[in-house]
Every structure is written in structure tokens, then in C-alpha cells.
């Protein structure tokens, strides 16, 4: 890349910026000696010397925040630290330290990195979109703060959220830096605490609300479309009601999808398929409960029953496969208190409890989506011992201190008998001279590869056929090594490779749907390899 800045300039930019790493040569013909010390040291060298910074810091939020400063001063540094230390980097980049980072961003801001939406920008929107410095757009995340993880609405302290996720983009699946946008839909927050903190950074009001919101969020995206035409819109942490109206707003008529619901299904699924592998169980005979009947459940369970179709289901039978629990008991459709997107999954039966449900459903597969922790107890993984000689128990809620019950917990409880996945990651466990090496079912598995083979393909939308490719897809790639470790997903280290498979999976499956802009090449996975951002110097 041709450079045309110089000095300072050079130095204080962070992606062109080498720090030592620049030749000699480069040092001269960019007016750089002097300026720097006199070793020339490899991009190597420097991740060492990131890494020692790192491991020498006392708390996670401060390893959080030397590499945000990080990715600011230096982004190629920052990206290979990231992909060499995957296993090591991506906790703290994001979950579980984002929550962390969110929960603190107005005390820890140092430099913004993203966009700012706010009530009073309405109709202003494609204007102020020009002040952002790039002019091809490829990726978006956007949130409004109101559901970060599981702790609740942060308000524009949510941005750590697309921020985390758009270095994801780039780390697993090779995004180009600068064609990712992280947006904040800054519409309020309804946390006293946070409204009352003399250092919050956000629109200090309480929440838009109704058509006034809908209307905002309906001028943003007609903006992208004109200003970003080939750029996919990920909605992120988004209240389960709203989620959904987005989501059915939008997922036929401009690229988008929504991570929490269709993000999580994917991995969740693919996760589910893998299990099979050790319980001998086929899919299409499982029984799936659900505890927590929120947006990522029900998404879940939505291409779930995609999933049974595929295996020759009605859609009827499918949805019988899937039963939910939530904080008043079985979903079923006696009740009167259900939202809309539980209403499909509301069965005629009698009203129980989760043990109860439990014992009466006999389900092979448990799925945790609560943000409630500790709700998976000891006498829950009894009694799904009791009916299974291998429970399949997914605790999905984040960050970990959210987890319906830790690793350790899962196999002393069950007598090492489960099979165990988490949303945050939970180190190895030794019980009885086995040591598992658990499986995090974390969306950053699928987006990226999704959202590469979507941009890549020019694809239009993103139906559920993609998300299902990509569930398919992961769980091929789950090898014997990663099963007898117990562990339901690849290695993490594998992650740029598992992402160019499903991007070209994801790819092949939106021409074959005709849903593209442009014409499928002959050596498509070859285009998408070369497309990927590599950070070297």
C-alpha cells in the first residue's frame, strides 16, 4: 500500500502505522529517522512484546483496554496478536471482559471508533453518514444498548458491543478493517444508575420508544442503502420484541441478520449435530428443551425446525420436537402471558414446572438461553442423567458469571456423563483421570464466515438456508480428536480456516438460491482466500 503521509502523521495513523517495524528504507522515504528508535523489529518480535504487556497486567479490563489502544496506535499489531493468541486474545476482546468494558465504557473512553446515532439526528442521518472517512462498507454491526449480554441496558455504553464484534469480522474470517462499521443506535437508556453517572457518555433521556423509534431505525437503514449499498446490517443486543420486528421488518428486503437469534442458532445447531456423533442418537429423533424462551431460544429453535424439515418433518412434527420453559413454568398454550414468537412453540399440555417438564418430556437435548445463572442446579443435570446416558447440556448465557452452570459443575454432577457447551469459555476439567476440554458455543464460529460469504457473493438477503449451511457446515468440520476431548467445535486456533469453509460453503448455497448480485466465478473459494485481510507487515 502506497503511502502518502508522512512523519508524525505516519505514526499517529493507526492503519498504516509499523512503529520499529519500518525499514530503513521506509524511515527515509517517509521522513521517519529520528523519530524512532534505531532496531528494526519483525511484526514477530513486536507480538512478543505485546504479549509479555499483556500477561504482566493484574485484570482483564486492563488487558481489555491496552489492546483497544492497541488496535488504535497499531492495527495490523493488533489483528495478528489477535489471530496468533486467538484462544488467549478473544476472551478479552470480547466475551466475557466486553461485558466488563461495557459496563465501564464512559470511565474507560480513550478514542471513539465507531458511529453515533442519536433522536436528534433525525433526518439528518444520510448527511452526517459522509462524516465517516470510508466510502465502502462491507460490514455494520448496530445495537441500541438495551439487551448487552445478559446484563441488561447499558446505553451507548453497549458500543464496546459492534466494536468487539467487528474485530471478530476481521480476526476469524479476514473482514478488511476498514470496510466494518460499528454503529450505535443511541436512543436512550432506562438505567437510572447510568443516567445518574455525571461521566456517561450517551443521550441522557430515557428510551425512544414506538413509532418515533421504529421511524429512526427506518431512516438509518434506507441511509446505508444508499450510501453503503453492498454493506450487511447486523443487529446485535437488541430487546427480544424489537429484535424481532427488525428482523421481520427487514430480512426479505435488504441484506441483514440478526446475531442473537440467527447468529447463536447457527452455532447452537451445529453443536446439537455434533453431538449425535457421541450419543448415536439421529437429529431428527431428538427432543429439545429449552429453558429461557427469549430471542436466542426461540431463534434457535426456529432453525431447529428448518433443520427436522430437513430431514423429512412436517413442520408440525418439528415444532412438537421443541419445548420451552421460562420463569412462569412450560410454555404451553393454556397460558396467557406468551409473546408472539413463543406462541408456535406453545403445546397442548399440562402447565409443570422445569423439573417436572423435565422428567414428563424427557428431553436428550438441554438448552440454557436465561442470562440467569446457576439455573442449571444439581438436581436439573440429575435428572437429565436419569432419562439419558448422555445429557446433551448447552449453558449459552453470557458473559461467564451469567452461565446456567460451569463446566465443572456439568460433569461432577452428571458422573462425567455430559455433554457440555457454553456460550463464554470455561477452561479443561479434570474429573476422575478424564480431562475434557469443553466446547464454547460461541457465534463467532458462524457470523464471520457468513458474513464473508455474503459480501463476497453480493448476496441480496439471508435466509435461513444460509444459516442451516452453516450449522451443516461447522459440525462437518468438528474432527475425532475434538469429540473424545468433549468438545463439540473445533479448536478456536482453527477459526480463520473453519470461516473460509463456511463463507464458501454460505457462498455456494446463495448462488444456488439465486439471491446474488453477481455471477458465481469457477474458482470461488480461491477468490474469497485472496479477499482475506492478512495483517503483516
Known sequence: ?????????????????????????????????????????????QVKRVMSGIRRKAYDIERYILLSSLQDRNEKLFYKVTIDHIEEIMPLIYTPTVGQACKEFSHIFRRSKGFYITPEDRGDISTILNNWPENDIRIIVITDGQRILGLGDLGANGMGIPIGKLALYTACAGILPHQCLPVMLDVGTNNEEILNDEM??????????????????????????????????QFEDFLTPNAYKLLHNYKDKILCFNDDIQGTAAVALSGVYASTRLTKLKFSDLRIMFLGAGSAATGIA??????????????????????????????????????????????????LNF??????????????????????????????????EKPVIFALSNPTSRAECTAEQAYQWSDGKAIFASGSPFGKVIYKNKVFYPGQGNNAYVFPGIGLGCIIAEAKIIPDDLFLTAAKTLA????????????????????RMLSLEIATAVAEKAYELKITKNEKPDNLKQIIKAYMYDPCY
Open 355 to 388: 423439573i417436572e417438564a423435565i422428567d414428563t418430556i424427557q428431553p436428550h437435548v438441554l438448552i440454557g438461553a436465561t442470562g440467569a445463572p446457576g439455573t442449571f442446579t444439581e438436581t436439573v443435570v440429575k435428572h437429565m442423567c436419569a432419562i439419558n
Open 200 to 233: 456517561y457518555l450517551g443521550y441522557p433521556h430515557k428510551r425512544l420508544q414506538g413509532e418515533d423509534y421504529f421511524s429512526l431505525v427506518e431512516e438509518f437503514v434506507q441511509a446505508i442503502q444508499k450510501k453503503y449499498p453492498k454493506a450487511l446490517i
Open 302 to 351: 426456529d432453525l431447529m425446525v428448518a433443520a427436522f424439515q430437513s430431514e423429512g418433518l412436517t413442520e408440525d412434527e418439528a415444532r412438537k420436537r421443541l419445548w420451552f420453559v421460562d420463569i412462569d413454568g412450560l410454555v404451553v398454550s393454556s397460558r396467557t402471558n406468551l409473546m408472539p414468537h413463543n406462541l408456535p412453540y406453545a403445546h397442548d399440555a399440562n402447565q
Open 476 to 495: 462437518n468440520l468438528v474432527d475425532e480428536n475434538n469429540l473424545t476431548e468433549g468438545a463439540l467445535y473445533p479448536k478456536l486456533t482453527q477459526i
Open 1 to 45: 500500500m502506497e503511502i502518502k503521509k508522512k512523519n508524525f502523521e505516519v505514526l499517529h495513523n493507526g492503519s498504516i502505522n509499523k512503529s520499529v517495524g519500518f525499514t530503513k528504507k521506509e524511515r527515509e522515504a517517509l521522513g521517519l529517522r529520528g523519530l524512532l528508535p534505531y532496531s528494526i523489529a519483525s511484526i514477530e518480535i
